[in-house]
């Protein structure tokens, strides 16, 4: 299965927020062996969320859209999303029911928020007010951290690939020294290798279990390993 991520927010754009919630789906993507081919950062700008969704839910078996779901005059994800799929939001009947179960009368509520996008399915949003939607192959969440992963909760299980295992090897040399022995290693084994420099270099192998195993093994006899502490 392959995904494509979508921020959307002028401030992440800016550096003023730091994009942890991509960070955190790539990562529990790839958990449940799902690869992310995409993760595309875009304005509060309904054309702009429009051409990348649409773009990206024609690649990718899903596309998950976060941020700017708010009634705010800037957030503008669910007509980006609904321009997309040529049409426009609406108040959604489920998404109102849903809000005044949990006690808020649409006059409590700001204009726009039960707005989705024609022909949405409502995703609830367990931490919070502004809901989420589901409409063909592209999932729209929240941007608060905490909300998004409440919701990732209850979609989770729609993503699923192969899982792999995965482990990493550290090495207190520096990466041009490593060169031959990374080679060989991808070489003699069915494993992604992958070299990762910052104070030591980090060799991520991935595939199989026993392969890992066996490929992490040769590794460690081979290279130098960081002092510890
Ligand atoms: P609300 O309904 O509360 O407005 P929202 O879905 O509209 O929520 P945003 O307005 O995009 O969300 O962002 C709300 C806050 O969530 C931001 O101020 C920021 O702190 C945080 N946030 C948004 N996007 C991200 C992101 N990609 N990574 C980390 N934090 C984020
Ligand atoms: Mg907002």
Same mark, same amino acid.
């Given at each position: ?20 919630? !991509?960070?955190?789906? +790539? ?45 705010? #005059? ?5 007509? +980006? ?8 939001? !609406?108040? #959604?009947? +489920?998404?109102?029911?849903? =809000? ?6 649409? #006059?409590? =509520?700001?204009? +726009?928020?039960?707005?989705? /996008? ?5 995703? /609830? ?15 729209? =969440? ?16 729609? &993503? ?10 550290? !090495? ?10 990374? =080679?060989?290693? $991808?070489? $003699? &084994? ?6 990762? /420099? ?10 199989? !279990? ?20």
């Amino acid at each position: 299965m392959k995904v494509a991520l979508v921020t959307v927010g002028d401030e992440i754009l800016a550096g003023d927020t730091v994009n942890t919630n !991509a960070a955190w789906l +790539g990562r529990q993507l790839a958990e449940r062996g799902v690869d992310v081919e995409r993760i595309t950062v875009v304005p509060d700008r309904v054309a702009d969320i429009a051409a990348v969704v649409n773009e990206y839910r024609a690649a990718y078996d899903a596309v998950i859209v976060t941020g700017g779901l708010g009634p705010t #005059h800037d957030d503008v994800t669910m007509e +980006g999303v609904a321009a997309a799929f040529g049409t426009e939001v !609406a108040e #959604h009947e +489920g998404a109102r029911e849903w =809000l005044a179960g949990d006690g808020y009368a649409a #006059h409590d =509520l700001a204009e +726009g928020t039960t707005h989705l /996008p024609r022909t949405a399915d409502l995703l /609830p949003n367990p931490d919070g007010v502004a809901p989420g939607c589901v409409i063909g192959s592209v999932y729209v =969440l929240p941007g608060v951290p905490d909300e998004m992963k409440g919701m990732w909760g209850e979609i989770a299980d729609e &993503f699923a690939g192969e899982p792999r295992s995965r482990t990493v090897v550290e !090495a207190a040399e520096p990466e041009s020294a490593l060169i031959d022995r990374l =080679l060989s290693v $991808q070489e $003699q &084994f069915d494993v992604s290798v992958g070299s990762y /420099p910052n104070d030591v270099v980090r060799i991520k192998l991935q595939g199989d !279990a026993e392969e890992v195993e066996a490929a992490a093994a040769w590794l460690r006899e081979r290279v130098e390993a960081p002092e510890t502490e």
